[in-house]
């Protein structure tokens, strides 16, 4: 059974940072690809970052790069999300999803089967 769950969130104030895990289960992350959402209210969900099986990886809004880093711990399967540079619009909820398949190949929510349940992160301006 393919399990996501999400931790590592909160509350910062603008310039910190906050690293978010993405634990996986029912599958391995040296298999497959891992992607980063978040969902801000009001608004639609958003690709963040993705990172491939092979490790190639993908910031996806303009307003990220720079800022976020995704990598992952195989032996821990684990899939990490780095922010650093956190601004007010990065408040939202966010979440780590995975549609099994090795690449990285969409950013749009629809294209992915599981999903965590999601974690708030809140920027303090």
């Known amino acids: 059974q393919v399990q996501l769950v999400e931790s590592g969130g909160g509350s910062v104030q603008a310039g910190g940072s906050l690293r978010l895990s993405c634990t996986a289960s029912g599958f391995t992350v040296d298999n497959y690809a891992v992607a980063w959402f978040r969902q801000a209210p009001g608004k639609e969900r958003e690709g963040v970052s993705c990172?491939?099986?092979?490790?190639?990886?993908?910031v996806y809004p303009e307003s990220a790069k720079g800022r976020f880093a995704v990598s992952k711990d195989v032996a821990g399967n684990i899939v990490y999300l780095q922010m650093d540079g956190l601004k007010p619009e990065d408040t939202a909820a966010y979440y780590c999803a995975t549609a099994l398949r090795p690449l990285c190949t969409g950013r749009f929510p629809e294209e992915y089967d599981y999903w965590g349940h999601g974690i708030q992160v809140t920027v303090g301006s």
């Open positions: 990172i491939a099986n092979w490790g190639g990886t993908t």
